[in-house]
């Protein structure tokens, strides 16, 4: 049926396990299950960072508890193989841009723990000076343009920036990371109608966690298959297992390559998890813990990578204890730094302020 039909990226090998629709594309009927070995070192990289992003978020979960960060908090806990995947597909330039689930976009795009930590605990050597907290982080210098807390703004502001790389000719990409919620927003739409339009290189990268805070896809979407979003807008798309970091890193290089090719926007619903509930608040009585555990035990990202590393003799279990123990010593520090730097100067409520 044509309204089934999902482009596909010229330049994509067609994995035998996916539907084909007679005309080389993907229905998007099934999801991708094309996961070439990463390599050794990427793999040993992908351990590591989502690694870092886990115990960066088990040490902010402790510190909120502990009255040391305030206001909103959303962790990230069970995504890590989406950002570390599509990070290793990206080159210097491309950009990313989120919503306020970002603390592990943040490190995977190369922002300094301390940072990042010292933001959350609100201390003046935070990223905005201890003064935008965990939903409002910035760094130009590593291409990270936040952290919103609009559901849905940072869709438009995605666009935007792949409008100023096509407008440059700078051949850079936008990496648009948006919840299964936010896929529901008007705003997303009329930005797929001008990236499509334009041929914008932007990804858009839908973070499908089955949830969006107490409300379940299904409850909330006339079509859960949110990766033929697109479809009225010509603009491919795809689901993609978020928990396996090859699948993710492999649609990952297609989409990048497509984009960066001139062929405008396209789609990746990652099929993903979210552990912790959605905020720090959230009491969690529309999931039961079965549900969590289940998915905990037979599909957690880095669990995966680590069984990998082991079966192949890649790493054997001292030298992932030790990459566990740098990892938990970076995070420490982390934590210490942002623990005792100092507040913001009373003086400075009224500066970065746009009135
Ligand atoms: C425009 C707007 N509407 C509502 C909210 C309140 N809100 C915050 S997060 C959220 C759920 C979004 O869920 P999803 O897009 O799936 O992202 P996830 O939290 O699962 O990462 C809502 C409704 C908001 N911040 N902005
Ligand atoms: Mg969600």
Not at 121 to 133: A, D, E, I, L, V
Not at 206 to 232: D, F
Not at 273 to 289: L, T, V
């Amino acid at each position: 049926m044509a309204l089934a039909q999902n482009k596909k990226p010229a330049s994509a090998p067609a994995p035998k396990s996916r539907v084909e629709t007679g005309n080389g594309r993907p229905s998007g009927k099934e999801v991708r299950d094309t996961r070439p070995d990463l390599g050794l070192d990427a793999e040993l990289r992908v351990y590591r960072d989502m690694l870092m992003i886990r115990r960066f978020e088990e040490k902010a979960g402790q510190l909120y508890g502990m009255g040391l960060i305030g206001g909103f908090c959303h962790l990230y806990i069970g995504q890590e193989a989406v950002v570390v995947g599509m990070q290793l597909a990206l080159k210097p330039g491309d950009q990313v841009i989120t919503g306020y689930r970002d603390h592990g976009h943040m490190l995977a795009c190369g922002m300094d723990p301390k940072g990042v930590m010292a933001e959350l605990t609100g201390r003046r050597s935070g990223y905005s000076k201890g003064k935008g907290g965990s939903m409002h982080m910035f760094s130009v210098e590593k291409n990270f343009y936040g952290g919103h807390g609009i559901v849905g703004a940072q869709v438009s502001l995605g666009t935007g920036l792949a409008f100023a790389n096509r407008y440059r000719r700078n051949g850079n990409v936008c990496l648009t990371y948006f919840g299964d919620g936010a896929a529901n927003q008007g705003q997303a739409y009329e930005s797929f109608n001008m990236a499509e339009l334009w041929k914008l290189p932007v990804v858009y990268i839908i973070e499908n966690n089955r949830y969006a805070m107490g409300t379940a896809v299904t409850r909330a979407s006339a079509q859960a298959n949110l990766s033929k979003r697109g479809l009225s807008f010509n603009i491919p798309g795809e689901q993609v297992d978020g928990m396996d970091v090859r699948a993710v890193n492999a649609a990952g290089e297609q989409a990048v390559k497509w984009c960066r090719d001139g062929n405008g926007p396209i789609i990746l619903e990652m099929m993903t998890y979210r552990y912790r509930g959605h905020s720090m608040s959230d009491p969690a009585k529309y999931r039961s813990r079965e549900e969590v555990e289940k998915i905990r035990t037979e599909r957690d990202p880095i669990e995966q990578v680590r069984v990998r590393l082991l079966a192949t003799n890649r790493a054997n279990e001292d030298e992932l204890k030790r990459t566990d123990a740098e990892v938990r010593r970076i995070v420490n520090e982390a934590a210490e730094f942002a623990t005792h730097e100092p507040e913001p100067d009373p003086a400075e409520l009224w500066t970065d302020v746009v009135r």
